[in-house]
């Protein structure tokens, strides 16, 4: 019996734990609530003084416009309407892509773009050296980027002749002074070791700043012919008997460089006494290593200050194996001597299949981000014009790169007063300011929250000499005073409502 009531037990036991078990799996579970969602901060539009702050960039953008063989101008254009029209096209596009220096090149062969009684005019404006185009390039250029608001740089190649076969308009240095150049693989060159090529450069100098109202001089990467210092035949360059003269104790390599050296010291006295407030720079390679081989020793120039800036040609990728750009803008970076760097980026690899680093734009994000990043690396030189007008890469500059205006960074050696900010009240959607004593012009920025951080970057919106800004609702705007390359502290900042 007690056997049976412990199986009797035991099947109540199975039979009540069996129908809690069914009971449990036929109830559905009870939903989970959801987290609350963390309520939303609606940011203020309103600049806040106590608590946010501003960044103000002012950035070097300057595009090579480019007349040697006629790639960006006058291309295959003729007549001097013609002409006229296509450069003062290009300006007008180069301004609409917030560009607010061109280097154009004045001189390309011992030649000239504009009226000089030193150099022949350029066979590439008329298709024979010394014939008169009818119109002055160099003073159309100056006009019409002024009217928009930019700087120009008449941008020179001193040393080069051309051809020793070409033809040679009467008059041209070349045929009045021939012992002053070296014939070098079938071409012409200036012989830097001879004082008379360096007074003759000086004086090419001296009549485009005394009669043009350019904004600098501009030498280009080419100095002593590349192959110049060849170590199986050192006068493969045939300097000897100019070295034999003027070497004194030098070693040929050293002299070489000094007479370099000694043009760049010259050039730089000869602006500076016309005019100490233009700025003389140069574009070397964007190797050191490369440089130095057509002896320009541009950490010379810089540490001795005899130049304004530097824009070393920096025409590789990131991650290139022997130059990576990367490498080469953080070297130029730490050797800048206190001038500012404005890296060359190669516009005229977008697109090659020979460049697949260049295949889209995210190479010029990078390399113009990584630019921004270093505090001696104040902007950035574009070779060349045509390369970034017009299709993708123009799309993306203007869109992702300079959306808005910028004003050009302070540099060169001249001191100017310093103008007090202004003093900016607002009429409506009309930002007002007071003219500000020892100022030429006003930069109006408009204030744009960077994310939901509270830094808000500020995007220049005009830049002349008008003392009213017609602006948006709901958008801050403060104004910087100008006077020449000197700019105030950022005036108070108001709020259009």
């Not at 150049?181 to 090419?204: C, I, M, T």
């Not at 050192?234 to 070489?256: H, P, Q, V």
């Not at 000694?262 to 005019?275: F, P, R």
Request: glycine share 6%.
């Amino acid at each position: 019996m007690e056997l049976i009531r412990s199986f009797r037990f035991a099947n109540v036991l199975i039979v009540i734990t069996s129908l809690s078990i069914i009971s449990s799996c036929s109830k559905e579970e009870k939903p989970v609530d959801p987290k609350p969602e963390p309520p939303v901060v609606e940011l203020s539009k309103i600049y806040n003084p106590s608590t946010d702050n501003v960044v103000i960039s002012h950035e070097f953008r300057a595009a090579w416009l480019t007349t040697a063989w006629g790639l960006d101008w006058p291309q295959s254009y003729t007549g001097a309407t013609a002409q006229r029209d296509l450069l003062i096209s290009l300006i007008d596009r180069l301004k609409g892509m917030n560009i607010n220096v061109i280097f154009f090149q004045v001189r390309c062969s011992s030649d000239a773009f504009y009226k000089s009684s030193i150099s022949p005019w350029s066979s590439y404006l008329t298709g024979k050296q010394g014939d008169d185009p009818g119109f002055d390039p160099l003073q159309v250029a100056v006009e019409e980027a002024h009217k928009r608001g930019m700087e120009l740089h008449a941008w020179m190649n001193p040393y080069r002749i051309g051809s020793d076969t070409q033809y040679y308009a009467p008059g041209h240095p070349a045929l009045l002074h021939p012992d002053w150049y070296v014939v070098y693989d079938k071409a012409r060159y200036w012989n830097p070791g001879l004082p008379e090529v360096r007074a003759h450069l000086n004086s090419v100098v001296k009549e485009v700043i005394d009669n043009y109202a350019v904004d600098g001089i501009h030498f280009d990467d080419y100095f002593y012919p590349d192959g110049a210092k060849n170590t199986t035949d050192i006068y493969k360059f045939n300097d000897k008997a100019t070295f034999e003269r003027y070497g004194n104790s030098l070693t040929l390599d050293k002299w070489r460089e000094k007479n370099v050296d000694d043009l760049i010291k010259g050039v730089n006295e000869t602006i500076k006494a016309v005019n100490p407030k233009l700025i003389f720079g140069i574009s070397p390679s964007g190797r050191i290593e490369n440089s130095l081989a057509l002896y320009a020793n541009s950490i010379t120039w810089l540490s001795n200050g005899w130049i304004d800036y530097l824009a070393p040609q920096i025409y590789w990728e990131i991650g290139h194996a022997t130059a990576d750009f990367d490498r080469l803008v953080r070297y130029w970076d730490n050797n800048s001597y206190g001038k500012p760097i404005f890296p060359g980026i190669a516009a005229y690899k977008f697109g090659d299949a020979l460049y697949p680093a260049y295949s889209s734009t995210t190479q010029f994000l990078n390399q113009v981000t990584l630019s921004r990043s270093l505090s001696n690396i104040k902007g950035n030189c574009w070779y060349r014009t045509l390369n970034i007008l017009g299709g993708t890469l123009s799309s993306f500059i203007t869109s992702s790169l300079y959306p808005s205006l910028s004003v050009v960074p302070k540099m060169g050696s001249v001191t100017f007063t310093v103008p007090l900010p202004p003093s900016v009240s607002v009429s409506g959607t009309t930002v007002n300011w007071s003219t500000v004593s020892n100022s030429t012009q006003y930069a109006v920025y408009e204030l744009k929250r960077r994310g939901t951080s509270s830094t808000w970057d500020a995007l220049a919106r005009q830049i002349d000499s008008k003392t009213s800004f017609n602006g948006q609702t709901l958008k801050n705007y403060l104004v910087i005073a100008l006077n020449e390359r000197e700019k105030s502290a950022p005036s108070n900042i108001v709020y259009i409502q």
